[in-house]
């Protein structure tokens, strides 16, 4: 084949493509208005006018047959998921205050101790001998101050003689004190109320200031700290609900509230600290459990569509709005994509009405014949992030 029989051709199938792209390609007549070639967009446009052959309608049957449905405006939902690691509301290792042998445990583990109560006693041999040996001192203190004020009242007694003997009194009765305390002392009791661990040791066991008695934990309230990304920190605020549910329980969801936020992020990990409290009156919960923590926060409002009506071109994402029965190509930004519907940023109102099936036939100021009209799409929406790691 000669040079120009196959320039011919390929000059005949360049012009048949860019037919085809100018009548068939969606946003082709923007492309072209933008370029400046304004004939090819008439030419379309009077192409579309004419009726079909033997048509009685005059133009009525060119026009494409589509299902629209209504905007309504929809809330994206922020929510916050992080893992936890609970702990009792109190919890106290309990010591004794001096070195000695147990004599006497009074308490079992697993059951409930109010604060105050005795829960082991040392042997205290020593230290009553020594209360009683104070109050021998005291009395005889005492009885001596008695002696020099009568012999005051007779002047055979100096003042300096009754102030030496009330100075021992009070040293008497600061002796009497201290050894009252050292023999309490070997009494333990319970700090704070609440259930007793397992027992380390056991009736008979030398046991020092530093030696574990029992551990006491206050769980009717089950504390959660977690960790939240950096965008949650100005969302989060004391008081504000929260569910909670247990990894070894996940059918169980519990209510609680934030108890604590830190003051300041983590420069390495750029999370904030976070402190929930879980109400535990049926005692279900346990200190060291490890809880899913889920907060949510109220967003901003978008227009909601159907993900049929989203459309793609050169310049992104748009959509089909009917405006006056004539259609019009509207650029949109997608927010958020659910399963039944599609958050949209546009300058769209509730009740304006967008195409959602037959969008391949619709050009740009094109009537529109609407075959039907479907429900508004489901406004609830829900946007989950990642997990944010907790401790």
């Given at each position: 084949?000669s ?5 011919l051709?390929?000059l ?19 492309i072209l208005?933008r370029?400046?070639?304004?004939w090819a967009a ?7 006018a ?8 005059r133009?009525?049957l ?11 405006m929809a ?15 109190a ?5 004794p205050f001096?070195s ?7 308490v079992?583990p ?18 009553e001998?020594?209360?009683d040996r ?9 009885a ?12 055979t ?16 009765e ?9 023999l309490?002392?070997?009494?333990v ?26 551990t ?22 004391v008081?504000?609900?929260l ?10 969801v ?10 300041r ?6 999370t904030?600290q ?5 109400p535990?009156?049926?005692d279900?919960l ?12 109220e967003?901003?409002?978008y227009?909601?569509v159907?993900p049929l ?9 748009f ?8 259609a019009?190509?509207?650029p949109?930004?997608i ?5 039944e519907?599609?958050l949209?940023?546009?300058p769209l109102?509730v009740g ?6 037959g969008?391949?036939?619709?050009r740009e100021?094109?009537e ?8 508004a ?8 992030p990642p ?5």
């Open positions: 084949m040079v120009w029989k196959q320039a051709v390929s005949v199938v360049l012009i048949a493509a860019a037919a085809g792209w100018i009548f068939f390609f969606p946003g082709a007549q923007d208005s370029w400046g070639i304004e008439a030419s379309t446009k009077e192409t579309e004419k009726p079909a052959a033997g048509g009685a309608g133009g009525s060119q026009r494409p047959n589509v299902v629209t449905a209504p905007i309504v809330t994206v939902n922020d929510r916050l998921q992080a893992i936890g690691t609970g702990r009792a509301q919890s106290v290792t309990v010591t001096a000695g042998r147990l004599t006497e445990v009074t079992r697993g059951t409930r101790v109010e604060a105050g109560q005795v829960i082991a006693r040392l042997d205290d041999d020593a230290e001998i020594a209360l104070a109050r021998v001192a005291r009395d005889d203190a005492e001596k101050v008695e002696r020099m004020k009568t012999l005051r009242t007779s002047n007694a100096t003042a300096v003689q009754l102030a030496d003997a009330e100075v021992v009194l009070r040293n008497a600061l002796a009497l004190r201290d050894a009252a305390l050292a309490d002392r070997r009494t009791e319970a700090p704070i109320s609440g259930i007793i661990g397992i027992l380390p040791v056991d009736a008979g066991n030398y046991v020092t200031s530093e030696t574990a008695i029992a006491i934990e206050d769980r009717s309230t089950i504390l959660v700290d977690f960790w939240v990304p950096e965008r949650f920190a100005t969302a989060i605020k008081g504000a609900p569910t909670a549910s247990s990894i070894a329980r996940p059918g169980d519990f209510e609680g509230t934030v108890v604590a936020v830190d003051n992020l983590d420069e390495a990990s750029r904030l976070v402190r929930a409290g879980l535990n009156t049926d279900a346990r200190a060291g459990m490890s809880f899913q923590i889920a907060m949510r926060f967003g901003d409002t227009p909601s159907s009506a989203i459309q793609w071109g050169t310049d992104g994402a959509i089909w709005s009917i405006a006056d029965g004539r019009k190509r509207m949109v930004r927010v958020q994509r659910n399963t519907n599609v949209i940023d546009a109102t304006d009405v967008v195409v959602t099936e969008v391949q036939n619709v100021g094109s529109i014949l609407v075959a039907q009209r479907r429900p799409p489901d406004k609830d929406a829900e946007n989950v997990l944010a790691n907790g401790g």
